[in-house]
Each structure stands twice: as structure tokens, then as C-alpha cells.
């Protein structure tokens, strides 16, 4: 999983691409500007790549912004009556994927429709029988909660065939709707300003030196996929040095992470300075391997998430305990959102279009607060419900 440090002309193309996504999801933003180093210090030393670094402290001082706009849809269709929602869960033991269950569950309330969920407990064969379950239920609509749909294919075509709508919550790799596999919309934020801020963040706050380990979950592609770019964004820095990258499956991370936290200490020991994750959980699981080893919580290593921003992330996070920063996405957003992409399913009108804006959480920007929760959704949301 390690990539070559000169970029291919496709990989600068992509990079370029991420840019200008970027550029547009955050002119709405707006406020106060954060710091790169929201929890503890970077090394001290020579800019590993001063150029790099400049973009990369732009960017991460865009993301911190946290008094941005309601930048999603205005206008819709009123609300459609007695429907009721299947959620499928990859796994609620997943902070990301409860807490868009959540949001969906409290949209669903403020609407007038019923919501069901469906625990796939992390396993193929328990997310299959979920979404078998779910089909079988005949329900107005299923939500593909953090899986990969081609993993259900008998189970997805039978309810395409039954003309149940199907809206995907990081189900793949892009927003929007999506037509193999087919779904009326995916609902996430850009995985490539997820991570490439998250990879960002690393390399303006360590002044463009830094070692680092890369933790993901190679069995989801939309998690692999993510881990792939952050790897490519931290390369553009030829200061920042990919010490390696795990492989550790969510269901497994509570039992496998503190053995493998404890090998990557004995093996790189100071030299590992900062860490990127494709989920907040595994920094849970990391903390008892870092306080055996007399690692302070506030760093080195300097611990990003690259999602979910679940409460337990921005807990670690204030306190100071192994985590610095969380690239979170907006869990109980995105869940009213996907009630207002089935109402608009259900109404016979095109998806909403609308893809949350990267943000960046720190110490010196969350308040307090426990998950990242934009202002403005739920009074737009039911104002177009009310129409």
C-alpha cells in the first residue's frame, strides 16, 4: 500500500482535481481561524517542504472554520406521508454509521415516518441477511449503511426490481446518485477532501517532517480508497516519511490495535510522530497500548482521524488524550438529508445534489462540543418539509 514519492500524471491530476473540490466546499465557510497544531506541539527543525506546507496551512485553516452557512437545498417537495425506512448497518459497534442512524431516526421524527434498524454486526454474512431482511420487509425505502452494496448483490437487484429506492451512506466511494450499483443517491462528504486534508493537517502541523502511520480497513473500499489518497497527499511533502500502513478490520480493531500500536512502537519507537486513521475508533483501541508505553496523551504520535468525528473522538480530543485532531463528518446531518433524498425519491424529483464541506476539529475550535453539527439543516429541512 506504500506509493511511489513522484506522483503519476493521473495522481496530479487527481490532486489538482481535490483542490478545486475543495476551493468550492469551503468559499461558504466563514469565521474564525484555527491552528494546524490544535493539540500539542509540532517538531521543532527546517521546513520539510516549505511550499507544500503553505498550501497545506490554507487549507487547514479554510477547514477549521466553524460558523459555516447552510450551503444545502432550500426548495423541494413537502413532505410525502406513512412511509417507513429500513436502515442496514454495517455495524452499529461503528461510531459513524450509529450516529447517521441517529440522525436519520430524528428526521424521520420530524417528517411523520417510521424508521427501522437492521444490525449487520460487521460480518458479510450478517450484513447479507440484514439486507435480506430488509428487502423482505418491503419497506418505502433501504438505507445501505457503510457497506459496499456489491457485497449484497442478490439483495440490492431484488429491491431495484421491486422498486424500493436505495440510498447509500458511504455505501461507495462518490456522492450523488449512482447508477452500478444503483442508488438514488449516495449520501457522504468528498472522501478525497477527507483525506486530503486529514494528510494535510499532518504535514502542517509537524512544518513538513514527520513519520507516519497510516491505519485503515482494506476489506471496505470506500475505507481503502481513502487511506490510498491520504498516502498520495502525505507524499506530495518530501519531508513526511510513510513509516507504514496497517491493515486492521473494524470488527477486529478493539482486539487486534493495542498489539499492533505496541509493534509499531518497538519498531520505530520517536521516530513515528504522527498518525492518520480512516476512523476515530481505532485511537480508542490505541490508547491503552500508548499509556503502557509512557507515551503522554498529548503526543508524539499526533493522532487525526479521517472520520467519523463520533462524541468518544471529540472527548480524546479536548482532554488530550491520544487523539489531536478528527476530519468529522456531520452524522446527524447527513442523516435528516437522507429523509429529504428519499422524500424527493418518493415525490418523483431528481437527488438534492448537496455534499457536506470538509471541516477539521481541534481543540481550539470544538467548544466542547461532541460531534460536529453544522447550524442551519434542521430548520431548512423542515421548512421545505412544511412547504
Not at 157 to 170: F, T
Not at 305 to 327: C, E, H, K, L
Not at 346 to 360: E, K, L, N
Amino acid at each position: 500500500m506504500h506509493g511511489n514519492r513522484k506522483a503519476s500524471p493521473g495522481a496530479r491530476r487527481a490532486r489538482l482535481a481535490w483542490c478545486a473540490l475543495l476551493a468550492t466546499a469551503t468559499v461558504l465557510a466563514g469565521c474564525e481561524r484555527g491552528s494546524a497544531g490544535g493539540s500539542g506541539v509540532p517538531p521543532a527543525g527546517p521546513d520539510g517542504c516549505p511550499a507544500v506546507r503553505a498550501r497545506a496551512q490554507a487549507a487547514v485553516d479554510r477547514a477549521d472554520r466553524t460558523d459555516v452557512p447552510w450551503g444545502g437545498p432550500t426548495t423541494g417537495p413537502v413532505a410525502v406521508p406513512g412511509k417507513t425506512i429500513v436502515f442496514v448497518a454495517q455495524a452499529m459497534t461503528n461510531p459513524g454509521v450509529a450516529g447517521a442512524a441517529n440522525g436519520l431516526r430524528e428526521a424521520a421524527r420530524a417528517i411523520g415516518w417510521s424508521v427501522r434498524v437492521i444490525d449487520g454486526q460487521g460480518t458479510p454474512a450478517g450484513i447479507r441477511a440484514a439486507m435480506s431482511e430488509a428487502v423482505t420487509l418491503k419497506p418505502s425505502g433501504i438505507v445501505i449503511g457503510g457497506f459496499d452494496p456489491g457485497s449484497t448483490a442478490p439483495q440490492t437487484s431484488r429491491a431495484n426490481a421491486e422498486r424500493i429506492p436505495l440510498i447509500g451512506w458511504h455505501a461507495v466511494a462518490a456522492p450523488g446518485p449512482s447508477r452500478r450499483p444503483e442508488l438514488f443517491t449516495n449520501v457522504t462528504t468528498r472522501v478525497e477532501e477527507v483525506a486530503g486534508i486529514s494528510a494535510q493537517w499532518v504535514i502542517a502541523h509537524s512544518h513538513g517532517r514527520a513519520g507516519v502511520v497510516l491505519i485503515t480497513d482494506a476489506s471496505i473500499p470506500f475505507a481503502k480508497g481513502k487511506s490510498d489518497l491520504i498516502r498520495r497527499e502525505l507524499a506530495t511533502c518530501r519531508g513526511v516519511k510513510l513509516l507504514a500502513s496497517e491493515n486492521i478490520p473494524i470488527p477486529d480493531a478493539s482486539s487486534r490495535t493495542p498489539r499492533e500500536i505496541s509493534s509499531l512502537l518497538s519498531r520505530f519507537g520517536a521516530e513515528w510522530t504522527h498518525s492518520v486513521a480512516i476512523n476515530d475508533l481505532y485511537f480508542a483501541d490505541a490508547a491503552p497500548a500508548f499509556r503502557a508505553a509512557g507515551r503522554k496523551g498529548s503526543g508524539p504520535p499526533f493522532n487525526i482521524g479521517a472520520g467519523d468525528g463520533d462524541p468518544s473522538a471529540f472527548q480524546r480530543i479536548d482532554s488530550g488524550q491520544y487523539q489531536a485532531a478528527t476530519v468529522p463528518e456531520p452524522l446527524s446531518l447527513q442523516g435528516w438529508q437522507i429523509v429529504d433524498e428519499f422524500n424527493r425519491a418518493f415525490s418523483g424529483r431528481p437527488a438534492s445534489g448537496y455534499v457536506a464541506p470538509v471541516h477539521i476539529s481541534t481543540t481550539g475550535n470544538s467548544g466542547g462540543a461532541t460531534s460536529w453539527d453544522p447550524s442551519g439543516y434542521r430548520e431548512a429541512y423542515r421548512k421545505i418539509w412544511r412547504g
